[in-house]
DNA sequence: ACCTGGGATTAGCACGTGCCAATCCCGTGT
DNA sequence: ACACGGGATTGGCACGTGCTAATCCCAGGT
């Protein structure tokens, strides 16, 4: 900067001001200001102005690289941090690279607040201590730690909506494939359980356990491909577990829906290939990155201490992949 | 630092010394300042560091997500960096956010070199000049701008591996869907072409259009599935088409690999789901991260100035979507 | 001629750290 | 008793920027 002071013939700080858009500046000089440092090459030292600004603007974000899902609430979140004024800066966790690891690397570059996408198999185990320094807000999970905020969609409300869709269409015996132990799993198979029950049809409900993965799913199927009579519909714990039952299933030579209806969970890219086209439980990514946002600067620049834990409600999107079961043959 | 010095009762520059690990403090001082970090809960200001520091050691990192192999490659980019005694910076290529602001972020950060991997659409534009500032290092592409260095691996190879192990198979009826004008499709048609001349094949040659992703796949399965003949294999541009094509055959009872065979590219974790096991090239993503890290480290640590280009060998992966031909019915 | 006022510009400090040189302290040899 | 040496410790400056307060300059009114 002070390079093109010199090179322009004013003060350094009189270019500080330029670069900044400030009042101030005669027209003329900003011109012959903006021009110098065109013709420099000059690029802000973002070091500097985070060690002397008194705010950082930025927003840590805490995500592993593994779900889709993820990603989409990453792009969900440029925008979002953008229209409130905020930067991004990421922080990957992986399993070579604690935890503990990026929240302090985040920290370090002065991230006012984290965003941390719970989609990880273990939360920080000392989430709440970090939440005592900056702001944490936490999509799709809620570990209930004090002094932090969480934004998730309803998931137990999504596989109901599911559930009642199935039975709407005539089914009853409907299994579901759940997610262990993993985050949002618990609630999905309660979810699936209370509609069971609110059907009438609690003596036929059966959970598989499963594990969001690909995997998951071919095994469910196999399991289910051993008896002598198949269930008529499939709920997955996610359009992951899903596509590997209906392959499965597909390869065995049951047809989806004819044979089985399968519903997924996450509205992923997954869940819209052309021959999969999964019914599945729409999450709201973008309003879900908002929200999060919300959250970080309501605690930032108005003050809020108390926590706030918002649960969106999911949307059913139907597909092919669900239909009127066929009367046995 | 000063706060945790003064807790301690000692100078801020002692603490600065231990904390650095440097040669000097008594151990039993050592000690003590350590304790005293702890209690107080300093975390060092990456900010500050950045703005004294002669060197940042930070290596710039532009990725987009979409793509399950740029994850890899970013996760083997970690310990690679760790060995050399660097740190990451991510910067996501998204389509709301330009490249030229995601550079400008990097370098802003004083990232030393910047590691593009190189699966985005475009590469940035004004690459070469960009490589004037900063050293560049593309994985996965070769833009052939002056200053930058290139890992990729020999896509012409490993296609030509996947039809000579096909042609050994007993197939010559083998098909190509390609990736299009997108990064490194060109190769991969070109060694497709070149392995079936090879094998005297080249009158059965055919290249079907794709773009990588599933629901090309999709489409040139339908494009085959409508004529009188199937050919008897398919070599698709990478692992997601392959699914698509898969797939698609499956649902149109054609059997994998019973009446067609279907090779990947990628060795992604689609080539390596159960029901799909398919038989695919392999690229070191291990190898690639680290040698990019390699190409960064000798043009900052080691005064390289001339460009590099290494091409790495494949290597083919033979898994049970590949099989001979049988004799036609 | 002098004061006033306000737009334009500048000087100086501070942010938290790393590096260099200077200083302190204590045991040892003469 | 004194100089010496080396490990342990400290002071001061610099990095590039933003903020506050001070200064400059010039036009206009008295």
Redesign the interface.
């Known amino acids: 900067m002070a390079d093109v002071a010199a090179h322009v013939g004013v003060s350094r700080q009189l270019v500080s001001l330029v670069l900044a858009d400030k009042p101030g500046p005669n027209p003329r000089t900003r011109e012959r200001v903006l021009r110098g440092a065109e013709d420099l090459?000059y690029?802000?030292?973002?070091?500097?102005q985070?060690?002397r600004r008194a705010r950082?603007r930025q927003l840590g974000v805490l995500f592993t690289?593994?779900h889709q899902l993820e990603?989409h609430i990453?792009?969900a979140l440029?925008?979002a941090a953008a229209e409130a004024g905020y930067?991004l800066v990421?922080?990957?966790l992986?399993?070579?690279?604690s935890e503990r690891r990026a929240i302090?690397?985040l920290?370090?570059?002065?991230c006012e607040a984290l965003i941390l996408i719970g989609l990880a198999e273990q939360a920080p185990a000392h989430l709440a201590k970090v939440a005592e320094?900056v702001p944490v807000v936490e999509i799709a999970q809620y570990t209930g730690a004090t002094g932090t905020d969480s934004v998730r969609t309803d998931d137990a409300a999504g596989v109901r909506a599911a559930v009642d869709h199935l039975v709407d269409l005539g089914h009853s015996d409907i299994v579901h494939v759940d997610g262990g132990e993993l985050p949002g799993a618990a609630h999905r198979r309660e979810g699936y359980l209370a509609a069971m029950r609110t059907n009438g049809i609690t003596e036929r409900a059966e959970v598989l356990s499963g594990d969001y993965t690909?995997?998951s799913g071919?095994t469910a199927a196999r399991t289910l491909l051993e008896r002598d009579r198949l269930p008529t519909a499939v709920v997955a714990a996610n359009d992951l577990c899903a596509c590997?039952v209906v392959?499965?299933l597909?390869?065995a030579g049951v047809r989806t829906p004819d044979d089985v209806s399968v519903a997924g969970y996450d509205d992923s890219r997954t869940a819209s290939?052309?021959?999969l086209d999964l019914t599945t439980v729409h999450q709201d990514t973008g309003r879900m990155a908002e929200i999060a946002v919300r959250c970080a600067v309501e605690r930032l620049d108005e003050g809020r201490t108390h926590d706030r834990v918002d649960v969106l409600e999911p949307a059913l999107t139907i597909r092919s992949s669900t239909a009127p079961p066929t009367p046995e043959r």
Chains 1, 2 share one sequence.
Do not use: F, H, K, N
Request: hydrophobic fraction near 35%; proline fraction near 7%.
């Open positions: 090459g690029r802000a030292d973002t070091a500097a985070l060690l950082s690289m593994e990603t990453v792009e440029y925008p930067e990421l922080g990957a992986l399993p070579t690279r302090d690397d920290i370090g570059l002065r320094q690909v995997e071919v590997g392959e499965t597909v390869r290939l052309p021959y």
